[in-house]
Nanobody, 126 residues
Framework: QVQLVESGGGLVQAGDSLRLSCAAS????????MGWFRQAPGKEREFVAGIKWSGTGKLYADSVKARFTISRDSAKNTLYLQLNSANPEDTAVYYC???????????????????WGQGTQVTVSS
C-alpha cells in the first residue's frame, strides 16, 4: 500500500522558517517525480515545487522560487520542503504527491499525480 505522509506543519510568524517532510512508502519511487502542492481556503490547489526522486530536475513556482527549497533523502525515503521567509500568503494545506508521468510539462498540474498525502497545515501569522 502506497503511503505519503506529510509532517512538519504548524503556526509560524512572518519571516520564520519551517521544514515540511513527506515520508514515502509502499513502492519504489525511483522513477517518479515528487511534488509539493498547496491549497489555501477558497482557492484551487497549486503547484509549489517538485523534484525527480534521483534528486535532479528541480522545479519551482515563481511565487516561491527565491524562498523555498525542495530536496529528498533517498536513504530515508523522505521528501522535504524548506520554507524560508514565510509570509501570510503561504498559509495553506501542503500536500506531497508522486507522479509517474515522464513529461515536465505535466508536473505543475495536479491531475497528473498518482499518489497524494493527507496534507499538513501551515499557518503564517503577520
Amino acid at each position: 500500500q502506497v503511503q505519503l505522509v506529510e509532517s512538519g506543519g504548524g503556526l509560524v510568524q512572518a519571516g520564520d522558517s519551517l521544514r515540511l517532510s513527506c515520508a514515502a512508502s509502499g513502492r519504489s519511487f525511483s522513477s517518479y517525480f515528487m511534488g509539493w502542492f498547496r491549497q489555501a481556503p477558497g482557492k484551487e490547489r497549486e503547484f509549489v515545487a517538485g523534484i525527480k526522486w534521483s534528486g535532479t530536475g528541480k522545479l519551482y513556482a515563481d511565487s516561491v522560487k527565491a524562498r523555498f527549497t525542495i530536496s529528498r533523502d533517498s536513504a530515508k525515503n523522505t521528501l522535504y520542503l524548506q520554507l524560508n521567509s514565510a509570509n501570510p500568503e503561504d498559509t495553506a494545506v501542503y500536500y506531497c504527491a508522486a507522479s509517474s508521468s515522464l513529461s515536465y510539462s505535466y508536473y505543475t498540474q495536479s491531475r497528473w499525480y498518482d499518489y497524494w498525502g493527507q496534507g499538513t497545515q501551515v499557518t503564517v501569522s503577520s
